[in-house]
């Protein structure tokens, strides 16, 4: 039975409301309230079935081991936790234009070499997509590319094939014909996707659906997606330089904020697999450090940069690329408190090595010390890098995976390194391979990195 209502659904987050608003009621976004049609789809109820399952104790439960299989590419299994689980539902989320189809297309070409795969194209042709895959210049074996937006026909044909691994390019593409509503729209994403992860689950399938982000960065629909699907994964990057990110934001089946580096070439995208390289520069010049972030499981040494410069308006200009600019207020509030250094008559602007965004509050020391060296116009200890969240109270607050951290430090020859103070006997361990100075406060920081 169907039944037409209209209803007013907000393009970006997803809420509805049964009138027009100009502003978004739940996420205060404006004009971005379209009316729907919907056809509200009644499904007669099924008869109650007998139970047949039952409550068990955990001793009666066995757990099977995940099996995964790989994407081919190294860095997207680390995002995924491992490989891609079958029966699993990967949303792949970016820009327009920054290389979904062609990640995805390379890793479909690598998978149909041990399974049977499904690329369903509903953006492109058929042409095209032969096109950008002769390109590519890879391998295949089992790979089948269906060009198809209607919902039900792409669900018959993963039917007919009944591939280990199924791509949707993309879910604002397709549509389900009993609805009214445009593709693209909230209902069409939020059914459409509903009803490939019920068909996933029910046949095994693991799916991998591609999502176009808006103009702030946010998925379609992202609530009614993202809570939907088991892995998901942002694929970043800017268009004028050639590298790009996968980072995953949510995963049920490993850890999160793990990161995949990739580079854009003429035939597709290249892994990078020594990171730590594309975002460091090895110069001794004021206003540089070395920090070493940690993203996920792997730590990755970045630079930042820091220029000081007296301020000509009333309120002094701080602005960032790459880490928080909160952040930056904070560190330099305890450098004006504690150092009783003026900051507030000078301009400050920060950016990471390549524009790379730093989550991890290890990176305050770095941060700090390369405003300092900026602002005295000393370059910091050579070859040395920076660890340490800095306490509002100007010492520097003790961290947890600190191993890893100065591990990286060694690989990349680097011959020093400020860590806050430790239980770990870390010294002994790293003893003539490099030296690592505790220090309690920034004040020492200074002292021990910062002289003429
Ligand atoms: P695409 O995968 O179509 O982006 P999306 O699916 O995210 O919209 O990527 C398109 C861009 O990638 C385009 O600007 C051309 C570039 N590109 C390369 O640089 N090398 C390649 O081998 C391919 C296939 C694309
Ligand atoms: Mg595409």
Not at 223 to 244: A, C, M, P, Q, W
Not at 246 to 270: A, P, V, W, Y
């Amino acid at each position: 039975m169907k039944n037409k209502f209209s209803t007013f659904v907000c393009q970006n987050c997803g809420s509805e409301t049964s009138q027009y608003f100009g502003r978004c009621l739940n996420c205060k976004e404006w004009n971005t309230i379209v009316e729907e049609n919907k056809t509200q789809i009644f499904k007669t109820p099924k008869k109650n079935k007998p139970q047949t399952k039952k409550a068990k104790l955990f001793d009666e439960i066995t757990s099977e081991k995940i099996s995964r299989f790989s994407s081919g590419f190294q860095e997207f299994d680390r995002v995924l936790g491992g490989g891609i689980v079958p029966g699993s539902v990967v949303l792949l989320g970016g820009e327009p234009g920054i290389g979904k189809s062609t990640i995805i297309l390379q890793a479909a070409g690598k998978i149909s070499l041990k399974k049977k795969v499904l690329y369903i194209t509903s953006e492109e042709s058929l042409e095209q997509v032969k096109i950008r895959w002769e390109r590519l210049n890879q391998n295949c074996n089992y790979l089948k590319i269906y060009a198809e937006t209607n919902l039900s026909f792409i669900l018959d044909e993963i039917k007919n094939v009944n591939p280990s691994f199924a791509i949707i390019d993309s879910i604002q593409a397709i549509h389900n014909a009993e609805m009214e509503s445009s593709p693209g729209s909230v209902s069409q994403v939020r059914i459409c996707s509903a009803e490939l992860q019920t068909f996933a689950k029910e046949n095994n399938i693991s799916l991998l659906i591609i999502g176009h982000v808006t103009k702030d960065g946010a998925l379609a629909g992202p609530k009614t997606l993202e809570h939907l699907v088991d892995v998901v994964i942002n694929f970043e990057g800017d268009k004028v330089s050639s590298y790009r990110l996968l980072r995953s934001t949510k995963n049920r089946f490993g850890s999160t904020f793990e990161i995949g580096i990739f580079e854009m070439l003429e035939k597709g995208l290249s892994e990078i697999k020594n990171p730590s390289s594309i975002f460091t520069n090895k110069e001794n010049i004021s206003g540089v450090t070395t920090i070493i972030s940690s993203e996920g499981t792997r730590p990755l040494a970045v630079d930042i940069q820091a220029l000081v410069n007296k301020t000509f308006y009333s309120n002094p200009r701080r602005t960032t690329t790459g880490i928080s600019i909160n952040r930056v207020h904070q560190i330099l509030a305890v450098i004006e408190k504690h150092l009783g250094i003026k900051l507030s008559e000078y301009d400050c602007y920060i950016a990471t090595g390549g524009g790379f965004e730093i989550n991890d509050p290890s990176s305050d020391l770095g941060v700090a010390i390369s405003i300092l060296s900026s602002f005295k116009n000393i370059p910091p200890l050579e070859n040395c890098s920076f660890i340490g969240e800095l306490g509002l109270s100007g010492q520097l607050r003790q961290i947890n995976n600190l191993r890893p951290k100065i591990e990286e430090a060694v690989r990349l020859g680097i011959k020093n390194i400020l860590v806050p103070k430790t239980k770990d006997n870390l010294k002994t361990n790293f003893a003539n391979i490099i030296k690592i100075k505790e220090i309690s406060n920034i004040k020492e920081a200074v002292d021990y990195a910062l002289i003429q």
